[in-house]
């Protein structure tokens, strides 16, 4: 049976059997233990379980798990991982989750969780391109549970479904989006950042916004990008100024959070490349990192042309908006 290193992101468990595929769209052990925690209770029903990593955070919250796969080389991955760890509350069913024979089998549920497949190489996220359908899960599971939660890509467009939107966010990268449904539904839109179990709410708070960069500002703040695509900076109490259609907060005092990353304002200039170079060696600059939206392609090659004849200690941080901002990163924050 084909097995890679596991990942610390993962079990750290050298024992368990999994496929580099398997790897890749497995989920990230804090984010499986906050899952079974808020989805903790008695008889659980897991559809498209893959290799069983979820499924072995819910079998330490629930009582009875049913994990369905569909992949019965992924679930025989599965078995050996539970069997390995000692579990014996877990049923594995090969099959597809809608099949009448495999919902028969699952009627004692409280709750339902599913973990949708995309399509790769999609540039944009819906829910017909999704397997299953969560509109069928829904109305096929409805009949058990009013209790289900459906993992979705967390680019995906808008939907009318009643439910909670929950954008997770593991070491300040956007990772999930959670559909909650039922009594699970908590509030309209949510952010839950990982591993520091932070959570943020929707409250319908307009965020108070300015149409250029303020130069009374001393502090920059980015935002999580969870936070970013929920659109929830606003239930944040700072002031915002949209740029390129990301906002950025900002401050005269320093005001730190854990769902923003913080920079101390150094000195402003203009954007020009021969000006922001001068400055940099003004200030005793050794590596200077672009806080602004480039292409990839060419990052290394413009950041090295700031670099050049740099021979200082210090790590600044360029933003470019109406004028170069050059900042140093704020310990912690």
């Known amino acids: 049976m084909p097995r890679v290193k596991t990942p610390k992101q993962l079990l750290p468990d050298p024992r368990l059997h999994y496929t580099e595929e398997d790897r890749r769209f497995a989920t990230p052990e804090p984010v499986a233990t906050y899952r079974a925690q ?29 994990a369905v796969e569909k992949d019965p080389h992924k679930i025989e991955h599965a078995k050996y991982n539970a069997q390995v760890l000692g579990l014996k509350n877990i049923t594995f069913i090969c099959g597809d989750a809608l099949d009448p024979s495999v919902v028969t089998q699952l009627k004692s549920c409280e709750m339902v969780f599913c973990d949708t497949e995309r399509l790769p190489g999609e540039t944009r996220r819906t829910l017909d391109t ?63 950042l990982l591993p520091e179990n932070e959570r943020l709410i929707y409250t319908a708070k307009k965020p108070v916004t300015v ?55 150094l000195t402003t200039c203009v954007v020009d490349p021969l000006v922001i170079q001068k400055t940099l060696q003004q200030m005793g600059t050794g590596k200077v990192l672009l806080r602004y939206k480039i292409d990839p392609q060419v990052y290394w090659k413009e950041r090295k042309q700031y670099e050049q004849g740099l021979s200082g200690g210090r790590k600044i941080h360029l933003f470019v908006f109406d004028q170069a901002v050059l900042c140093e990163e704020v310990d912690g924050g």
């Open 38 to 66: 808020r989805l903790q209770c008695q008889t659980l029903a897991e559809l498209g379980c893959g290799a069983g990593f979820q499924t072995i955070a819910f079998a330490k919250t629930c009582q009875q798990v049913y």
């Open 130 to 192: 999704l397997q299953p359908d969560p509109r069928q899960v829904l109305s096929t599971y409805l009949a058990i549970t009013q209790n289900i939660a459906i993992e979705v890509p967390p680019h995906l467009s808008e939907t009318l479904l009643d439910c909670e939107r929950e954008y997770l966010s593991l070491n300040g990268k956007l990772n999930r989006l959670t559909l909650y449904f039922g009594r699970l539904k908590q509030t309209e839109k949510s952010v839950v």
């Open 211 to 265: 149409p250029h960069f303020p130069p009374e500002a001393k502090y920059l703040y980015e935002i999580n990008p969870a936070v970013v695509l929920a659109g929830l900076y606003g239930e944040l109490d700072y002031a915002f100024f949209i740029h390129q259609e990301k906002p950025y907060a900002f401050s005269k005092d320093l005001k730190p959070s854990l769902f923003l990353r913080a920079y101390r304002i």
